[in-house]
């Protein structure tokens, strides 16, 4: 049974006890890291699958350092959040990567049944979920790219990670491919779930962007976008009414408005409790939204251009009514060089893991076949999935 932990105490540090004991009103922010950790493991309980949580070491640098991503007022070591899964000997290893706004937790309805095939590690990206949070110092989209694909890796030295699946979710989906493209030795196979970075400003379908910020509104919009607004400010900024917002927000996406299985209630709640935390704690890696995306969520530096030199074989997963657009991954596709499939997962959105569970584990299961599968090559798409 995977780890439990007591709802209001447990691994909480004697200076966040002694916050809480302020009355609620008072507590701006009541969140810190060791609270996101007791929401995740709160989460997580719902998961069958034993596990182990740990802080990997990804290094410290100090103030001033050449290093971009280390680039702080603080020498500080920084700690990559893992959650791994137990796992019958000689599996596959396949690494989760969350995307933006998000945290390794969002996969919790998924660990059972991927750890039933493969060795299961999700990560909290630096500056995201349960990791250190360091002050964002990055200007520009090298960067800010720099930050996370440098300091994933000096985790992956540290984990002794050689041959492994990478999955990366929507903005995570952007970071494992910019990972691949310069670590192809590492990846046997890439998984891009919803993946943004496939588009730009220069696309056809961008011209209602530069029409919406004409409007007075578009530059209202616009201007809050370069500068710096991020969604995880609004919930900081309600302080106290933050975690009403973020329930009626989860309610909403997955639930009322869900296009697949909606949460249970004990789900809703415990998944509500642990993304207020994950949003309301220091701002950090969150603050590279207008490094890596323009208004409209366009990639300044799309993976497009990048196309011709992938090197990993990959598979791209939309849910049927992922916002993301799937064409960006088909015009990729005329471009590789590699093997490259398109899967669409029906009765599911951007987050097509929670929407269609199992439709996703069958999805992600046939783009592993040949790790899974003595014959691969005889396998047919399973029932229900379809190729774009």
Same mark, same amino acid.
């Given at each position: 049974?995977?780890?439990?932990?007591?709802?209001?105490?447990?691994?909480?540090?004697?200076?966040?006890?002694?916050?809480?004991?302020?009355?609620?009103?008072?507590?701006?922010?009541?969140?810190?890291?060791?609270?996101?950790?007791?929401?995740?493991?709160?989460?997580?309980?719902?998961?069958?699958?034993?596990?182990?949580?740990?802080?990997?070491?990804?290094?410290?640098?100090?103030?001033?350092?050449?290093?971009?991503?280390?680039?702080?007022?603080?020498?500080?070591?920084?700690?990559?959040?893992?959650?791994?899964?137990?796992?019958?000997?000689?599996?596959?290893?396949?690494?989760?990567?969350?995307? @933006?706004?998000?945290?390794?937790?969002f996969f919790f309805r998924n660990f059972d049944a991927l750890a039933s095939r493969f060795r299961v590690i999700a990560v909290d990206q630096l500056g995201?979920?349960?990791?250190?949070?360091?002050?964002?110092?990055?200007?520009?989209?090298?960067?800010?790219?720099?930050?996370?694909?440098?300091?994933f890796e000096e985790w992956r030295k540290a984990k002794n990670l050689n041959n492994f699946i990478l999955l990366g979710h929507s903005f995570g989906g952007y970071v494992a491919a910019k990972y691949a493209l310069k670590h192809p030795e590492h990846v046997q196979h890439l998984i891009l779930v919803g993946s943004a970075?496939?588009?730009?400003?220069?696309?056809?379908?961008?011209?209602?962007?530069?029409?919406?910020?004409?409007?007075?509104?578009?530059?209202?919009?616009?201007?809050?976008?370069?500068?710096?607004?991020?969604?995880?400010?609004?919930?900081?900024?309600?302080?106290?009414?933050?975690?009403?917002?973020?329930?009626?927000?989860?309610?909403?996406?997955?639930?009322?408005?869900?296009?697949?299985?909606?949460?249970?209630?004990?789900?809703?709640?415990?998944?509500?409790?642990?993304?207020?935390?994950?949003?309301?704690?220091?701002?950090?890696?969150?603050?590279?939204?207008? @490094?890596?995306?323009?208004f409209g969520a366009f990639a300044r530096s799309p993976l497009l251009l990048s196309a011709s030199e992938w090197k990993v074989p990959t598979t791209f997963v939309y849910g049927f009514e992922d916002w993301m657009n799937y064409q960006g991954a088909q015009e990729a596709r005329k471009h590789m060089k590699v093997p490259c499939e398109i899967i669409r997962v029906p009765k599911g959105g951007h987050f097509v893991f929670i929407d269609n569970p199992t439709g996703f584990h069958s999805a992600v299961f046939y783009a592993c076949r040949r790790f899974l599968k003595p014959d691969p090559d005889n396998e047919s798409l399973p029932e229900g999935l379809t190729s774009a």
């Open positions: 049974m995977a780890e439990e932990i007591s709802k209001n105490d447990a691994g909480l540090s004697s200076k966040t006890k002694r916050l809480l004991s302020w009355p609620s009103v008072l507590r701006w922010i009541p969140t810190s890291t060791d609270r996101i950790i007791a929401a995740e493991k709160r989460l997580l309980s719902i998961v069958k699958t034993r596990y182990v949580q740990e802080h990997v070491n990804v290094g410290s640098g100090p103030p001033g350092s050449k290093v971009r991503w280390f680039r702080s007022s603080s020498n500080e070591p920084r700690f990559i959040n893992t959650v791994t899964f137990d796992s019958k000997p000689d599996s596959p290893t396949l690494v989760m990567i969350h995307g @933006y706004a998000a945290s390794q937790g995201w979920g349960g990791s250190s949070r360091p002050d964002f110092t990055c200007r520009s989209t090298e960067e800010t790219e720099a930050w996370f694909i440098d300091s970075g496939f588009s730009s400003e220069s696309d056809a379908k961008a011209e209602w962007v530069t029409r919406f910020r004409a409007t007075w509104k578009g530059a209202v919009l616009n201007h809050l976008w370069e500068s710096n607004f991020t969604p995880q400010k609004l919930v900081r900024g309600l302080g106290p009414l933050g975690p009403n917002i973020v329930r009626r927000y989860t309610s909403a996406r997955f639930g009322t408005y869900s296009t697949g299985e909606i949460l249970t209630e004990e789900e809703s709640s415990l998944l509500t409790d642990y993304v207020y935390h994950t949003l309301a704690a220091k701002a950090s890696g969150e603050l590279c939204l207008k @490094y890596i995306f323009s």
